[in-house]
């Protein structure tokens, strides 16, 4: 049974410019969740997606968007990149009909 | 403004000895109760769940709900080296729709 895989594990930008990081849920999972997580913080929610539509978007600016596909993986969009974005970047999923998340390895995104 | 409260630690313990990390929460709606555990550099991995007042047992965790009182813990009983890491709670509640809110994290530490 595979888990939560997202791609890539790290990556290098530069301010100003785009990013778009993957995630692939848990089989039998639908439902999709975002969350950015700074060096010794709790994550922080971006956003849920259900059904390709954004669900609940949490306190994250404009330059945040994401995209859920027919096949329920998922993707995270950060345009104009800031020295402030770099973080932790973590997708967990979940069933309809529980509330638990299961994270990916997460993405290690570093703005230069 | 909801809010998760954890002691940042770090919380030092004997192995063989138990455990005990606590959490706060400020929403007394909230329903579902989860810990993460995280080691330094990966994703958090869900641990336990508890969803109604009083314990839940799973091999050498044991989770404990007081909604009275609004907190919940983590006892690890014979605790490892291996449990060294950041234990992170999160809390969903009907005010917080989907979103789960995080608490910082303890950080816990087994002394051989």
């Known amino acids: 049974d595979a888990g939560v895989t997202q791609s890539p594990t790290h990556l290098i930008k530069t301010r100003g410019q785009q990013v778009t990081l993957r995630c692939s849920p848990k089989?039998?999972?639908?439902?999709v969740s975002w969350y950015q997580q700074a060096l010794g913080q709790g994550p922080q929610f971006i956003f849920q997606?259900?059904?390709?539509?954004?669900?609940q978007r949490g306190n994250f600016p404009d330059r945040f968007s994401g995209h859920q596909f027919p096949n329920y993986s998922s993707e995270l969009n950060v345009n104009a990149l800031l020295l402030g974005d770099s973080a932790l970047y973590l997708c967990?999923?979940?069933?309809?009909?529980?509330?638990?998340?299961?994270f990916g390895p997460g993405t290690r995104l570093t703005v230069t | 403004q909801k809010e998760v409260e954890q002691n940042s630690g770090p919380l030092s313990v004997p192995e063989g000895a138990i455990a005990s990390l606590n959490c706060t929460y400020s929403?007394?709606?909230?329903?579902?109760f989860f810990w993460y555990r995280q080691y330094s550099g990966k994703s958090p991995e869900l641990i336990m769940f508890?969803?109604s007042n009083g314990d839940k047992e799973d091999g050498r965790f044991t989770a404990q709900l007081n909604k009275a009182s609004q907190y919940v813990s983590l006892l690890i009983r014979d605790s490892q080296p291996s449990d060294s890491a950041t234990y992170l709670c999160?809390?969903?509640?009907?005010?917080?729709?989907?979103?789960?809110?995080w608490g910082a994290g303890t950080k816990l530490i087994i002394k051989p």
């Open positions: 967990a999923s979940s069933s309809p009909f529980n509330y638990e998340q299961y």
């Open positions: 089989s039998g999972h639908d439902t």
């Open positions: 997606y259900y059904e390709e539509e954004e669900r």
């Open positions: 929403d007394r709606g909230s329903q579902s």
């Open positions: 508890i969803y």
């Open positions: 999160a809390v969903r509640s009907l005010g917080s729709n989907y979103q789960l809110i």
